[in-house]
């Protein structure tokens, strides 16, 4: 975000110290020693130091680690990875220590950046299933998420409720459900089991519909960049 004349102010995920809000002063300059240090998605060592009674840091030195410049290659690749960083800003809290979605951040850049252009979108989907377990939304997929009574997965459709947050039985249909194949509701349990899956199975087409869905009615969040997502 711009600030000033000549400064920026970054959301950054930092490994040991959660995500913080730092400013660069004169970063937007040319010859500023930080230009491009803190562009979107970028790996860098910094030195910040904080301002006494405010929230915010000052960056005092950077040095670029990985640029992913394979990424900013492709305008896609961007905008996937645009997805996960817009996630994290959104959802993580100021200074809480969190290295588990640092971690998931990193090995999806370092991912993403080998991936061919047909995987780009579910691979980026999977990311964010995981993610979003992370954040304390994992769907509930073993059994009715409100009766707990068994779901018959022989048939071929099951009522998943965004509301409820996992399947449903008949009983406990509400107007929030969606209807999700048994395919999809076995995808789904297999990348929560961290099973193998094929980031190419067509079930991520009903994914990507339901996980838009999800992350309004649960985070009250609308990522931007998913609408640019190919
Ligand atoms: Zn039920």
């Known amino acids: 975000m711009p600030f000033k004349e000549s400064s920026l102010i970054a959301s950054v995920l930092t490994k040991k110290f959660g995500k913080v809000k730092i400013i660069a002063k004169g970063c937007r300059r040319p010859k500023s020693k930080f230009c491009g240090t803190l562009e979107v998605f970028t790996l860098a060592e910094i030195i910040y130091y904080k301002r006494e009674s405010k929230d ?31 996630f994290f800003n959104k959802t993580l809290p100021l200074e809480e220590t969190d290295t588990a979605s640092y971690t998931h951040l990193f090995n999806f850049l ?6 061919d252009s047909n995987s780009i979108k579910p691979l980026t989907f999977y990311y964010l299933l995981i993610a979003l377990a992370g954040a304390g939304f994992k769907p509930h997929l073993d059994n009715c998420v409100r009766c707990h009574n068994p779901i018959s ?3 071929k459709q099951i009522d998943f409720s965004i509301s409820g947050g996992g399947v449903v039985c008949e ?6 459900v969606v209807f999700l194949s048994s395919d999809t509701i076995n995808l789904l349990k297999n990348i ?14 009903e994914i990507e519909r339901l996980v838009p869905e999800y992350l309004r009615y649960h985070l009250n969040q609308v990522l931007n960049s998913l609408k640019f997502l190919k």
């Open 56 to 86: 915010l840091y000052t960056l005092s030195d950077a040095t670029v680690t990985d640029h992913f410049s394979d990424i900013r290659s492709s305008n896609n690749k961007v905008n996937a990875a645009m997805v996960l960083c817009e």
């Open 110 to 115: 370092r991912e993403l950046k080998k991936i």
């Open 153 to 155: 997965y022989n048939s």
């Open 171 to 176: 009983n406990d249909f509400d107007d929030t």
């Open 192 to 205: 929560y089991q961290n099973k193998n899956i094929r980031i190419d199975a067509p079930q991520f087409k």
